[in-house]
């Protein structure tokens, strides 16, 4: 069964770049899904879809987050990773990984604070 989990630090200061992986087990990254995403959900507020890389390195992003989303992937560690740039305390969420068959990450904690 595919798994998927999140990781990367939990706590970030603003102005800095937040960078998670996720790591895909159970399956392959070019094989198992098309839609590799990221989506947040910041405290007491629904889920936001940031972004996504497909087969063939093709990426997607939320224009709400004006440019400062970067998706990659390296297929040799079975991972994507997720990059956020100048971040501010509204980019504290718990921020999940996931496929487009279903499968999600347990999520990670994010928090951005001095």
């Known amino acids: 069964q595919v798994q998927l989990q999140e990781s990367g630090p939990g706590l970030v200061k603003p102005s800095q770049t937040l960078s998670l992986t996720c790591t895909v087990s159970?399956?392959?990254?070019?094989?198992?899904?098309?839609?590799w995403s990221w989506i947040r959900q910041p405290p007491g507020k629904g889920l936001e879809w940031m972004g996504a890389i497909a087969n063939g390195d093709r990426t997607y992003y939320n224009p709400s987050l004006r440019g400062r989303t970067s998706i990659s992937r390296d297929t040799s560690k079975n991972q994507f990773t997720l990059q956020l740039s100048s971040v501010t305390p509204e980019d504290t969420a718990v921020y999940y990984c996931?496929?487009?068959?279903?499968?999600w990450g347990q999520g990670t904690q994010v928090t951005v604070s001095s």
């Open positions: 159970g399956g392959s990254i070019t094989t198992n899904s098309y839609y």
């Open positions: 996931a496929d487009d068959l279903g499968h």
